[in-house]
């Protein structure tokens, strides 16, 4: 949190466990609350109504654009979308310009961008709430939708066994972020060269998290409740030959699902490349639930604005 009151949602780190989970534990009921209503139908509380979002986007999107669209309109509240294209920004004026004049217009701001830095340097600068939709160091509101989405199906995740295979990428590290916050033990295989920053490795220690690093995806994947993976080429990304190499023997198969518990699951947080990090059979199979983690970043996503907004 920043700014005096204002309520930020930029990582896992910045809030304490116990509003993490009030806000999973919102999200849930948010969902509940949705499943006789139509398609579309604003909530019952309607909370939102009168604010108005702005959405600004120097990454291309689906499912961060259209979950927080779709949320804030059935919260009852208005959105500005806006692209690079769009904007000034990037084009000469500062981030922190920007910011200013967005927050006299807007009442909280979502903002997936490059640099972790260009975040803060936002945020720093906004009078109003700001969101991280994404940046290169971090994906707090997928993690969210995870957390989520496994405690629809397996229940509480405290004390379970999760296991990332792939890319120590942004995702990876929100992923570690949540072990130490929503307190479960990670194992991430991920081969030499394409390891976690060292300094979310050294914070999740200092923090006494569960957290083990290792090259070996079978052993990663042993006896565990859940199997996570991630593409192998992101977006900006120039080296796809180079990753396709080493992170070959990474893909999520059947071979290695059946490493994990009987009942594990498989997430992804789309969009998925059928074949490369993960088959086919494991993307459609019965084991996956990636389709109920994308529609969870509607909900997470709901709470985490009604959150921002009620300070």
Request: charged fraction near 25%.
């Amino acid at each position: 949190m920043a700014n005096g009151q204002i309520r930020h949602f930029l990582d896992l780190t910045a809030l304490d466990k116990s509003t993490l989970r009030l806000l999973i534990d919102s999200a849930l009921e948010r969902k509940k609350g949705k499943r006789d209503q139509a398609r579309g139908a604003l909530d019952t509380d309607a909370p939102l109504g009168g604010h108005i979002l702005a959405l600004v986007f120097e990454k291309s999107s689906t499912r961060t654009r259209a979950s927080f669209d779709v949320g804030m309109r059935q919260l009852g509240g208005e959105v500005l979308a806006l692209n690079s294209n769009d904007m000034q920004l990037g084009r000469g004026e500062t981030v922190e310009d920007t910011a200013q004049v967005l927050a006299r217009f807007v009442d909280v701001i979502m903002l997936r961008t490059t640099a972790h830095q260009k975040l803060l340097d936002f945020a720093n600068a906004s009078s109003v709430p700001v969101i991280n939709g994404l940046t290169d160091f971090s994906h707090p509101c997928q993690l969210m939708a995870d957390i989520m989405t496994f405690e629809e199906h397996r229940g509480p995740i405290k004390d379970r066994v999760m296991t990332w295979v792939g890319d120590g990428n942004n995702v990876a590290h929100s992923f570690i972020h949540a072990a130490v916050q929503f307190d479960f033990e990670l194992r991430l295989a991920c081969p030499d060269g394409y390891h976690p920053d060292p300094h979310v490795m050294a914070w999740a220690k200092a923090q006494n998290g569960r957290v083990h690093l290792t090259t070996d995806a079978k052993a990663a994947a042993e006896n565990s409740a859940c199997i996570v993976t991630d593409t192998w080429v992101s977006m900006g990304d120039k080296d796809a030959e180079a990753r396709h190499k080493a992170l070959g023997p990474y893909q999520v198969n059947k071979e290695l699902m059946a490493l994990a518990d009987k009942d594990a699951i498989f997430m992804h947080c789309l969009p998925a490349h059928r074949g490369e990090e993960v088959t086919a059979e494991v993307m459609d199979g019965p084991q996956s639930v990636v389709f109920d983690e994308a529609e969870n970043r509607l909900h997470a996503q709901k709470a985490i604005l009604v959150w921002c907004l009620s300070a």
